[in-house]
């Protein structure tokens, strides 16, 4: 759980253009990103007058999606802000299509999206410590000198689930037929599509979260239990979703990963186990601004 005032947010998303242009791209400012972006500054907006006068405004259900995705914007911004690779230019070229609206997208418009969950859990994971790249086939996990290939995928409902799976199964033994002996393969589902389009907010507990995720895994268990690869060491069921909880007046960012070992104990699956962990458990790296004011738990 991270707690940030949204102007502390938008204090560090103030060089997101110049960021933009130093990589040859060409800031829009109606693309999904910078249209999330202005959805947060409306949200300070309310939450200063809420702040002077005790009165607060509801989030609008329309809002509820832009802002966690400036959030994760900020994250990407702040993982790789430094590094100015071709790779990363060509997928946020295309993470910022799309349309604002989650509930809007179509088998032609998801690209966005799909690309943004490569960016966002690798901004994720760099920022609590982990040495990930995008590369082929979308990440590359370094750990105790172990590669990790990394294929992501984001199923757009529950019927293409399984369809998805076996994809990145198969992208990650094309890749690791190319890639020298004692590299692992892992499959990165994100089931944020599947379990909420763009309409809705969790409001349950976190391990009622897990569950939902876990009663998912377990429709998928004789299917995993085929894939006859050692080196296909894990498969992780990932979801982000817009938040409520507690006494709190902003919205909260809810994520959570389930994981499957396919070859355990194998040196790959106790390796990315131990990375699992410490992705739970680590906080995540911020630069602090000028006022010092941003927290992270």
């Given at each position: 759980?991270?707690?940030?005032?949204?102007?502390?947010?938008?204090?560090?998303?103030?060089?997101?253009?110049?960021?933009l242009t130093g990589?040859?791209?060409?800031?829009?400012?109606?693309d999904?990103?910078?249209?999330?972006?202005?959805?947060l500054?409306?949200?300070?907006?309310?939450?200063?007058?809420?702040?002077?006068?005790?009165?607060?405004?509801?989030?609008r259900?329309?809002?509820w999606?832009?802002?966690?995705?400036?959030?994760?914007?900020?994250d990407?911004l702040?993982?790789?802000?430094?590094e100015?690779s071709?790779?990363?230019?060509?997928?946020?070229?295309?993470?910022?299509?799309?349309?604002?609206?989650?509930?809007?997208?179509?088998?032609?418009?998801?690209?966005?999206?799909?690309?943004?969950?490569?960016?966002?859990l690798?901004?994720e994971?760099?920022?609590?410590g982990?040495?990930v790249?995008?590369?082929?086939?979308d990440?590359?996990l370094?750990?105790?000198?172990?590669?990790?290939?990394v294929?992501?995928k984001?199923?757009?409902?529950?019927?293409?689930i399984?369809?998805?799976?076996?994809?990145?199964?198969?992208?990650?033994?094309?890749?690791?037929?190319?890639?020298?002996?004692?590299?692992?393969?892992?499959?990165?589902?994100?089931l944020?599509?599947?379990?909420?389009?763009?309409?809705?907010?969790?409001?349950g507990?976190?391990?009622a979260?897990?569950?939902?995720?876990?009663?998912?895994?377990?429709?998928?268990?004789p299917?995993?239990?085929s894939?006859?690869?050692?080196?296909?060491?894990?498969?992780?069921?990932?979801?982000?979703?817009?938040?409520?909880?507690g006494?709190?007046?902003?919205l909260?960012?809810?994520?959570?990963?389930?994981?499957?070992?396919?070859?355990?104990?194998?040196?790959?699956?106790?390796?990315?186990?131990?990375?699992?962990?410490?992705?739970?458990?680590?906080?995540?790296?911020?630069?602090?601004?000028?006022?010092?004011?941003?927290t992270?738990?």
């Open positions: 759980m991270e707690a940030f005032k949204y102007s502390d947010l938008l204090h560090r998303l103030e060089g997101f253009d110049t960021w990589m040859g791209l060409t800031p829009r400012p109606n999904r990103i910078h249209e999330a972006i202005k959805i500054r409306r949200a300070k907006e309310a939450s200063r007058k809420g702040h002077e006068t005790g009165i607060y405004i509801d989030i259900p329309q809002d999606f832009p802002i966690i995705e400036a959030l994760e914007a900020h990407v702040t993982a790789f802000h430094n100015p071709p790779a990363i230019a060509g997928a946020l070229k295309r993470g910022l299509s799309g349309p604002t609206q989650p509930i809007d997208e179509n088998p032609k418009n998801r690209d966005g999206r799909n690309i943004w969950f490569e960016l966002a690798a901004a994971w760099r920022l609590r982990a040495s790249m995008l590369d082929e086939p990440l590359r370094t750990r105790d000198s172990i590669t990790f290939l294929a992501c984001r199923p757009a409902n529950e019927q293409s399984h369809v998805n799976i076996c994809a990145a199964i198969k992208q990650l033994q094309r890749n690791l037929d190319k890639t020298p002996a004692g590299a692992f393969g892992v499959a990165a589902i994100s944020s599509c599947v379990f909420n389009r763009g309409d809705k907010v969790f409001s507990e976190m391990n979260l897990g569950k939902l995720l876990n009663d998912e895994f377990s429709k998928h268990v299917y995993l239990l894939i006859n690869d050692p080196r296909i060491c894990c498969v992780m069921f990932h979801v982000v979703t817009p938040s409520v909880g006494e709190v007046v902003d909260m960012r809810a994520s959570h990963t389930v994981a499957w070992d396919l070859d355990y104990p194998s040196v790959g699956s106790k390796t990315f186990r131990e990375h699992a962990a410490d992705m739970c458990n680590s906080p995540k790296n911020y630069w602090e601004p000028p006022d010092g004011s941003a992270s738990m």
